[in-house]
């Protein structure tokens, strides 16, 4: 049995631009998580590794800080976003 469709294919055209969208997406998504690791890894992981697992100390500073990494990321985009309204041509 497929959950597929029941073993019926449908033969849908792929749009190559939803591909390539997607694929932008799929990159800036990885931008922003790795730009994320390396910036709290560099602020909040102790360079002398003496756990297993995150200290108390380290896991709130990494909780903190991708909290406000997204937060910060979120008022910059709707500030561009706006600016980019305000430039249009009416």
């Known amino acids: 049995m497929s ?3 029941n073993g019926m294919q449908s033969q849908q055209a792929v749009n190559p631009q939803n591909i390539a969208m997607a694929e932008q ?3 800036m998504v990885t931008d922003l998580f790795n ?3 390396d910036s709290c890894y560099a602020k909040c992981i102790s ?3 003496t756990q297993n697992d995150l200290s108390q ?7 903190r800080c991708v909290a406000k990494f997204f937060d910060v990321n979120t008022k910059v985009g709707e500030k561009m976003q706006q600016m980019g309204q305000q430039n249009m041509p009416k």
């Open 25 to 27: 997406e799929l990159e």
């Open 57 to 63: 100390g380290e896991a709130v500073c990494v909780d």
């Open 47 to 49: 360079r002398e590794y």
């Open 35 to 37: 730009r994320i690791v």
């Open 3 to 5: 959950f597929f469709g």
